[in-house]
């Protein structure tokens, strides 16, 4: 497994700078910015060196922004109130979450006490999604139950609820 970059190895503080820094110049001026780390930080840090961590950065925040303005847009397009989007998501990340565990099973020459780490950290991961949608889908039976006992209250002429009420919950629950 190839050593760790140098900036990896930096202080959170000095990461975090970099990060402002390759953000403000678009990720692009990585001799400059090899002046400027050296000036404020006192860190020699190379303009490909810059570069390659610049790109897995930019893309990081690209794929960020994507998902954000996807989410955002999907939000606008259709209200979700029986929160089938977080469904959606969890199913997503679980996907994601195996797709990287194959990769993980499939790198040649890695360490096998990081895989063994990275394997845990996922494990890890997939158990929290799990409950995640075991949460999700316990929540939508409880919201499912509390609108058939409604309904069953409105059939027998309940003087606590009317058809009005009833269509106000209907509509509060599934939009």
């Given at each position: 497994?190839?050593?760790?970059?140098?900036?990896?190895?930096?202080?959170?503080?000095?990461?975090?700078?970099?990060?402002?820094?390759?953000?403000?110049?678009?990720?692009?001026?990585?001799?400059?910015?090899?002046?400027?780390?050296?000036?404020?930080?006192?860190?020699?840090?190379?303009?490909?060196?810059?570069?390659?961590?610049?790109?897995?950065?930019?893309?990081?925040?690209?794929?960020?922004?994507?998902?954000?303005?996807?989410?955002?847009?999907?939000?606008?397009?259709?209200?979700?109130?029986?929160?089938?989007?977080?469904?959606?998501?969890?199913?997503?990340?679980?996907?994601?979450?195996?797709?990287?565990?194959?990769?993980?099973?499939?790198?040649?020459?890695?360490?096998?006490?990081?895989?063994?780490?990275?394997?845990?950290?996922?494990?890890?991961?997939?158990?929290?999604?799990?409950?995640?949608?075991?949460?999700?889908?316990?929540?939508?039976?409880?919201?499912?139950?509390?609108?058939?006992t409604l309904e069953a209250?409105?059939?027998?002429?309940?003087?606590?609820?009317?058809?009005?009420?009833?269509?106000?919950?209907?509509?509060?629950?599934?939009?």
């Amino acid at each position: 497994m190839p050593p760790r970059d140098k900036i990896s190895q930096l202080p959170h503080e000095v990461r975090a700078a970099i990060d402002r820094l390759l953000i403000a110049s678009g990720f692009s001026g990585y001799e400059d910015l090899e002046k400027i780390v050296l000036d404020a930080h006192g860190v020699t840090i190379g303009k490909s060196t810059l570069n390659r961590y610049g790109q897995r950065l930019q893309r990081r925040l690209d794929t960020i922004r994507a998902s954000t303005e996807a989410a955002r847009a999907i939000a606008e397009a259709a209200p979700d109130e029986a929160d089938h989007r977080s469904a959606a998501v969890i199913s997503l990340v679980q996907s994601s979450l195996f797709e990287a565990m194959l990769a993980l099973e499939e790198a040649e020459g890695a360490d096998p006490t990081e895989r063994v780490k990275l394997l845990a950290n996922a494990g890890r991961a997939i158990a929290e999604t799990s409950r995640a949608s075991q949460g999700q889908k316990k929540w939508a039976q409880e919201q499912k139950a509390k609108l058939d006992t409604l309904e069953a209250e409105a059939g027998r002429g309940s003087k606590r609820l009317d058809a009005d009420t009833l269509k106000a919950v209907r509509e509060a629950l599934y939009g």
